[in-house]
């Protein structure tokens, strides 16, 4: 199984497997989608965020859709956020290809906010590489992740017919 080390201890662990399919290699949790012949909605998108007293917090969307800061304030009741640096991630998390880091913020020590929209399917992540794609059921990433589940995204209404914009 291609995944990161720490991600294949805890599958191995909870008797838990997830598929891990090849794609093109991509940067962007768009991309991943696109490569992967997958509705963006499906595919997870790992954001990692700081406060003002530099913890540090994972927050997983779907890839079609933009973090809302604001939501995650309230949530978490952090007054200041912001997005972490490339630094930042390549200290926290070692083991992955920058950007790729799966969301399990349990195996790095970190809170995780997964907005709900997720819940509707099964989820694809990236599991720390830019060439593959991991899937699982969501009640078995729920089982092993442990997520707080509440809106991080900025999900877009569909429009509906005879509306503009």
């Given at each position: 199984?291609?995944?990161?080390?720490?991600?294949s201890?805890?599958?191995?662990?909870?008797?838990?497997?997830?598929?891990?399919?090849p794609?093109?290699?991509?940067?962007?949790?768009?991309?991943?989608?696109?490569?992967?012949?997958?509705?963006?909605?499906?595919?997870?998108?790992?954001?990692?965020?700081?406060?003002?007293?530099?913890?540090?917090?994972?927050?997983?969307?779907?890839?079609?859709?933009?973090i809302e800061?604001?939501?995650?304030?309230?949530?978490?009741?952090?007054?200041?956020?912001?997005?972490?640096?490339?630094?930042?991630?390549?200290?926290?998390?070692?083991?992955?290809?920058l950007?790729?880091?799966?969301?399990?913020?349990?195996l790095?020590?970190?809170?995780?906010?997964?907005?709900?929209?997720?819940?509707?399917?099964?989820?694809?992540?990236?599991?720390?590489?830019?060439?593959?794609?991991?899937?699982?059921?969501?009640?078995?990433?729920?089982?092993?992740?442990?997520?707080?589940?509440?809106?991080?995204?900025?999900?877009?209404?569909?429009?509906?017919?005879?509306?503009?914009?």
């Open positions: 199984m291609a995944v990161n080390e720490r991600l201890e805890l599958l191995r662990q909870r008797g838990a497997a997830c598929e891990v399919v794609h093109r290699e991509t940067f962007t949790s768009q991309e991943v989608a696109q490569a992967s012949h997958l509705s963006g909605r499906s595919v997870a998108k790992v954001v990692v965020l700081r406060d003002e007293m530099r913890d540090f917090l994972m927050a997983v969307l779907p890839a079609s859709e933009h800061i604001e939501a995650l304030r309230r949530i978490t009741g952090r007054d200041q956020l912001e997005i972490a640096g490339e630094e930042d991630l390549r200290r926290l998390f070692p083991d992955c290809e950007g790729a880091m799966p969301p399990f913020g349990n790095y020590g970190l809170p995780l906010f997964v907005d709900p929209c997720l819940r509707e399917h099964d989820i694809w992540f990236q599991a720390g590489n830019h060439h593959e794609i991991a899937r699982m059921s969501f009640e078995t990433y729920s089982r092993l992740a442990r997520p707080y589940v509440g809106a991080a995204a900025r999900v877009r209404k569909p429009l509906r017919r005879g509306s503009s914009g």
